[in-house]
């Protein structure tokens, strides 16, 4: 089923939660067993905690378009009490959930009987004292704000401000502010839409808040640069602080440079100090000091070059992969194709690339490094790059805040892995 297919996975603050999203509209939330003495092993184990339906399809009668209830994004608040709070997102509405608890019920009402329903007052007697009954616990989904109206183009990005006070949205051409207690009014802090639409050339295609500094963001393009503004230079960012671009090897220019060029993810180091971008077929590391090029690049699926003409025909060039960090920093990890998804440790410089798939995925079965071969001899455990399945890849992934817990999406399923424990 279509509607089953996971378009985003984000665990919480504290990796206790991993929410994922999907076309149908729907947020699963995923909560970690609680360790037991007789069960060690069992403590990286995630089972369902809450299921809710976020979004429908709508239908905007002024442009005669269908808005598709898919969750394009999901962030989540810091926990400050008890409640969780999350943020999803589809093409043009994004809501505030608030998730809790429940595991008492009142009970002995005067003016209603055990059902419910509102007794005679002449037949009340007796003053009774409510008292709080103990009951299976139900966990609880409630909108709290939903902030509509705000994107003429369909939203790509959400991202909770350091300040926990605001947020932003960003679409296609514009990117606004939000404050969570304000639903019906938003800031317009960026906007590349030119006067004639003719002469558009890029646009916007993520945007995330500095983790620390709560009046920094950065944004990418189409055309593979990434602008970073501060808010405190004027209200209107249209004039960036700083523009990251890499020039183009001129000897490896074609038909696809521009296509494959386009950022499709962007994300700040945990310590703020770095960003990463996500192209088609290369994740780069930039220094926040360093403008003029990356200080890493590393190949994702190089073999792809010589067959983006394929990838091309079947719309597979257009994919946004998206890409994440460990939680010091020292490993990012990207998907690819054929359920592969690629890890690359910064200071060995050593990568991986492993699949996630049923055949391997049975309970403490441990991955096995996959080798894609290009052309010549194949060896017994490689993969050739002409049977690799381009209907099977990893867009979606998410790495736990402090332990080597991985959270990977391909299409309908769902894949959690974690550092083999002796």
Not at 236 to 251: G, Q
Not at 292 to 318: A, G, M, W
Request: with cysteine; charged share 30%.
């Amino acid at each position: 089923m279509l509607a089953d297919i996971i378009s985003t996975v984000e665990f919480n603050h504290t990796g206790e939660l991993l929410a994922t999203g999907d076309k149908g509209g729907r947020v699963v939330i995923f909560q970690r067993e609680q360790e037991s003495k007789n069960q060690v092993h069992r403590r990286g184990e995630y089972n369902v905690y809450s299921t809710f339906q976020s979004h429908e399809p709508e239908f905007d009668y002024l442009k005669s378009l269908e808005i598709e209830e898919k969750i394009n994004k999901i962030r989540w608040l810091p926990q400050q009490n008890a409640a969780y709070f999350l943020l999803s997102t589809n093409d043009k509405t994004v809501k505030l959930w608030k998730v809790s608890e429940r595991d008492k019920r009142p009970e002995g009402y005067n003016l209603k009987d055990e059902e419910g329903r509102l007794r005679d007052p002449a037949t009340i007697t007796t003053l009774r004292v409510p008292v709080l009954r103990p009951m299976d616990l139900m966990v609880e989904a409630t909108p709290r704000r939903v902030f509509a109206n705000a994107h003429t183009y369909h939203i790509n990005s959400i991202s909770v401000n350091s300040d926990y006070e605001t947020y932003m949205s960003a679409d296609d051409l514009r990117i606004n502010l939000w404050n969570f207690e304000i639903t019906n009014q938003s800031f317009n802090i960026v906007d590349i839409k030119p006067a004639n639409m003719e002469e558009l050339t890029e646009v916007i295609t993520a945007a995330e808040f500095h983790p620390h500094h709560c009046n920094t963001f950065v944004y990418s393009s189409s055309k593979g640069t990434i602008r970073l503004c501060d808010m405190r230079a004027s209200a209107l960012c249209d004039r960036h602080t700083k523009f990251f671009e890499e020039p183009e090897d001129p000897s490896n220019r074609s038909f696809f440079s521009e296509i494959i060029s386009s950022i499709s993810d962007v994300k700040f180091s945990h310590s703020g100090r770095y960003i990463m971008t996500r192209d088609y077929l290369t994740v780069k590391v930039w220094d926040l000091n360093m403008e003029n090029r990356p200080i890493e690049t590393y190949q994702v699926h190089d073999y792809l070059r010589s067959k983006l003409c394929s990838l091309y025909e079947n719309d597979c060039i257009f994919d946004k992969f998206e890409c994440v960090w460990n939680g010091s920093d020292s490993v990012i990890m990207t998907g690819s194709y054929n359920n592969f998804f690629r890890m690359f440790d910064r200071n060995t410089k050593r990568d991986v690339t492993l699949e996630a798939s049923r055949e391997n995925s049975k309970p403490r079965a441990i991955l096995k490094p996959r080798k894609v071969c290009v052309g010549g001899k194949r060896r017994k455990d490689e993969i050739s790059v002409d049977s690799l399945d381009f209907s099977k890849k990893i867009l979606h992934t998410a790495w736990h805040p402090s332990e080597n817990i991985i959270a990977v999406a391909a299409t309908n399923n769902l894949y959690i892995f974690q550092d083999k424990v002796n």
